[in-house]
């Protein structure tokens, strides 16, 4: 099966300026997770869908961060406006409710610069 | 948010047996204890899943005491494409009606021939 996309793998941005991530979970998943993930850190959780109703996004930045499912498959991701403190890899990953562990399923990233 | 602590590296020899422990003292009474492994610009991937006592599949083996309050990934026989990552992921519960993923440190495995 397709693994989860996501795109684009690599951005690099000027503080204050925009940016929007994009990712496509494995077909059928229910649950979608955004991760940010420091380098040298472990990944940090930004916000859980399940289908396209939010589970959890305490850790989400809303003043400047925003995160949409529509139709409980493809998601996006924003910063508006960005700080230097967002350089990161942001992971997409999705899991299945119907599986018996709740083994996630991560992309391949995309590493995001701010200037 | 308490931290899910783990030795920032280790190092090992190919052939030898590797343990990586996770101390996880906020461990949600109801969530699993999971295992990832992640190489250099990729995302993570699981390698195994457990609840309590001990867990093994074709790659590696998880042992959880009874209090859940910390677990050890074990790796037999490590070789060099080993040399990676790995990170304990738990549910932590602070009053709400779901669980927050916390992923822990990571430690750096290192495996030299």
């Known amino acids: 099966e397709a693994g989860v996309a996501q795109s684009p793998r690599y951005k690099i941005i000027e503080k204050r300026q925009s940016v929007a991530f994009w990712c496509n979970p494995i077909?059928?998943?229910?649950?979608l997770y955004w991760y940010q993930q420091i380098l040298g850190q472990g990944p940090k959780l930004l916000i859980q869908?399940?289908?396209?109703?939010?589970?959890?996004d305490s850790q989400l930045p809303k003043d400047r961060f925003s995160a949409e499912r529509l139709k409980g498959v493809d998601s996006t991701l924003k910063i508006q406006p960005a700080k230097l403190e967002d350089s990161a890899v942001y992971l997409c990953?999705?899991?299945?409710?119907?599986?018996?562990?709740?083994?996630?399923?991560f992309g391949p990233g995309t590493r995001l610069t701010v200037l | 948010l308490a931290k899910t602590t783990q030795p920032i590296s280790m190092d090992s020899y190919e052939g030898q047996e590797v343990n990586i422990t996770c101390s996880h003292n906020?461990?949600?009474?109801?969530?699993?204890i999971t295992w990832y492994q992640q190489f250099p610009s990729q995302g993570p991937r699981f390698i195994i899943q457990?609840?309590?006592t001990k867990v093994t599949n074709e790659v590696a083996s998880l042992f959880i005491p009874a209090d859940r309050k910390s677990s050890t990934l074990s790796l037999p026989r490590v070789s060099l494409s080993d040399t990676a990552v790995y990170y304990c992921?738990?549910?932590?519960?602070?009053?709400?009606?779901?669980?927050?993923?916390?992923f822990g440190t990571g430690t750096l495995l290192a495996v030299q021939p």
């Open positions: 990953a999705s899991s299945s409710l119907d599986s018996f562990y709740n083994e996630q399923f």
């Open positions: 077909s059928g998943h229910a649950t």
């Open positions: 869908f399940q289908n396209n109703g939010v589970v959890d």
């Open positions: 906020n461990i949600a009474t109801n969530d699993y």
């Open positions: 457990g609840y309590k």
């Open positions: 992921l738990v549910g932590e519960n602070y009053g709400g009606a779901t669980n927050k993923l916390i």
